[in-house]
């Protein structure tokens, strides 16, 4: 029901019942906030969003307060001003004084929101927090010292991620956010998304860097350093440098990556055409011999993780495929390795991905064997753009450049991999071929685009009836694994990714990236898909040289040796 409220002194239209700070954004009035996350419950915890309400004087947050008839409503006067500053000097009262040198310097909330308040010095002096930083995560950091207790990290893993791992504890002046028994991040069940890290406000959680054992693997003679870098990294990074959001960079990364000092430079989405050769000759496989299904995609590691915790009855269920990270890394260290005549222990891989979990995969016991791992180090995209910053490297002034031979070519289907239902569309397309010896009259596959949370849909494919499901955030995945676990799930294959979006909103890319821009970036995906004239990984005409020249064919037992793996139940200790 329409009603009007007035909002200094003006007219404004709004909807009864719907949250005051929602009219006040809907209208160009911005207010402060720093525990709302949109399209959530709101809680009022940090009461920076404070309005005055003219009838009675009192003041009221606005993200959850509901409109009524007839409010009137000050936004900015004398009273909620010196209340917002208050409250960011009660904040920073025992908050730690090392902005120059921490790692979301001129990219924190409460740094901002000082400056917005006009705080030019300290007038309140509080007992400084002095907690234990917890390192023991391979993918991420918490530095409680820093933490405001907002609440955000704990309900994206809660409600968006359907994990929790991390929550309030202790009463009183003693509350912190952490894990059981405040023990270490890698005792817990944590999954190494990173989603915590993004609606961070300040450096309380942040990844655990990789760049000083890149830098040193630069600046080592001995060493041949490679770089693979995601499918989502290329639409993502422009924003960082004053660019339109979603402009694709990619050769202009190359070069970029090349200024740094990288040897040589390729893109994981031509693995990503490989893990879909491989992906879908084990779809066709497990249909066809009466196998396990459905069958459940591998690409995203954190979802992985997730799987040997709450659901290790249903691994045999995963795709035994590697992720394109590893594939890459795999193929680095024996066909590259063989092609370049360099010997495996002597080259450095490295990957740049929009994933802390990413981190975490790459260390794993799986993907090492014989003391050399199939990655030694990952950055995030944050930790890509510090680097070519700290080069001093004019990203909007340099020429693009192809990226290097043997794995040159990628197809627009390995590209698509980064947006949630990317892996399905690439997989659809080639198996649609491998079972028809035709190709797609139309490539692009609406059924699988999109924001929506899970997105099922049927095909029919030479006479066989599929049944596919698009798991869009990992905690939208619950009803669906039950379903599996109970015997009562209809599909054939099913794609799951963590972050909601797909990689493109991963927990390594930039903090607090709005939906409209997660939103830009996949958009300019399906641009280059619709443009390219290779949409399909099996036209890749490179992958079918690699197993021409050395994997033979699809879950060879050579490739199955190189590019497949398993999964065991994993134990949460707390």
């Known amino acids: 029901m329409k009603t009007n409220i007035t909002v200094n002194s003006k007219i404004v239209e709004a909807e009864k019942g719907e949250k005051v700070l929602d009219v006040l954004l809907r209208n160009g009035i911005r207010i402060p906030t720093l525990c709302n996350l949109k399209d959530m419950i709101p809680t ?46 009660l904040l920073l009262s025992n908050h730690p ?47 409680p010292d820093k933490c405001i207790l907002c609440g955000r990290c704990v309900r994206v893993c809660e409600d968006v991620i359907g994990v929790s791992c991390i929550d309030f504890i202790n009463r009183g002046s003693f509350t912190t956010i952490g894990t059981t028994f405040n023990k270490g991040l890698n005792t817990s069940s944590c999954v190494n998304c990173g989603q915590c890290l993004v609606v961070c406000p300040t450096a309380a959680i942040t990844e655990k860097s990789s760049t000083e054992p890149v830098l040193a693997a630069l600046n080592n003679p001995d060493l041949k350093v490679v770089v693979q870098y995601a499918p989502a990294i290329s639409v993502s990074i422009a924003e960082e440098f004053g660019l339109p959001v979603g402009t694709d960079m990619n050769g202009v990364l190359n070069a970029a990556l090349r200024k740094i000092g990288f040897d040589y430079v390729f893109d994981t989405s031509f693995t990503a055409d490989l893990t879909i050769m491989e992906e879908v000759a084990e779809l066709i496989d497990r249909i066809v011999n009466n196998k396990t299904l459905p069958m459940i995609t ?10 040997e915790e709450f659901y290790p009855d249903l691994l045999k269920n995963v795709s035994s495929c590697k992720s394109p990270q590893q594939m890459m890394g795999a193929i680095i260290k024996s066909y590259f390795a063989k092609f370049e005549e360099i ?23 799986e993907f090492t064997s014989k003391g050399i791992s199939d990655v030694d180090a990952v950055l995030t995209t944050r930790e890509l753009v510090k680097l070519i910053n700290q080069y001093g490297i004019d990203i909007t002034n340099i020429d693009p450049e192809l990226t290097d031979s043997p794995f040159l070519k990628r197809t627009s289907a390995g590209k698509i991999f980064a947006a949630s239902g990317g892996v399905m569309e690439a997989a659809i397309r080639t198996a649609y071929y491998s079972l028809t010896g035709k190709e797609l009259s139309k490539y692009k596959i609406n059924e699988t685009r999109g924001p929506n949370k899970i997105k099922k849909f049927n095909i029919s494919i030479d006479d066989i009836n599929l049944n596919f499901a698009v798991i869009n955030g990992l905690g939208n995945a619950k009803g669906v694994l039950d379903d599996i676990r ?89």
Not at 345 to 364: D, G, H, L, N, Y
Request: with cysteine.
């Open 343 to 365: 010997k495996p222990e002597k080259i450095f891989s490295v990957s740049v991905m929009p994933c802390t979990a990413k981190k975490f995969e790459a260390q794993r016991e």
């Open 486 to 574: 109970k015997g009562k799930s209809e599909y054939q294959f099913i794609e799951i990714m963590t972050c909601p979006g797909g990689c493109i909103a991963g927990g390594g890319q930039l903090i607090n990236s709005k939906k409209d821009k997660t939103l830009k970036r996949a958009n300019t995906l399906y641009e280059i898909d619709e443009n390219d004239s290779t949409k399909a990984s099996h036209q890749n005409f490179q992958i079918k040289r690699l197993y021409e020249n050395f994997l033979e064919n699809p879950m060879s037992h050579f490739s199955h040796d190189l590019l497949h793996t398993s999964y065991i139940e994993r134990d949460v200790i707390l």
């Open 44 to 89: 009022g915890a940090c009461r920076m969003c404070l309005v005055e309400n003219e009838v009675n004087g009192k003041l009221f947050t606005s993200c959850s307060y509901p409109v009524e008839d007839n409010m009137k409503i000050r936004t900015h006067s004398p009273r909620v001003l010196n209340a917002r500053k208050t409250i960011i000097e």
């Open 298 to 307: 591998s690409c995203c590691p954190a979802w992985i993780k997730y799987a």
């Open 97 to 143: 004084d090392d902005c120059l040198y921490c790692p979301r310097n001129l990219n924190c909330e409460l740094q901002s929101l000082a400056t917005e308040m006009g705080i030019d010095r300290k007038k309140i002096y509080g007992k400084k927090n002095k907690f234990n930083s917890d390192y023991s995560s391979q993918s991420i950091v918490r530095n």
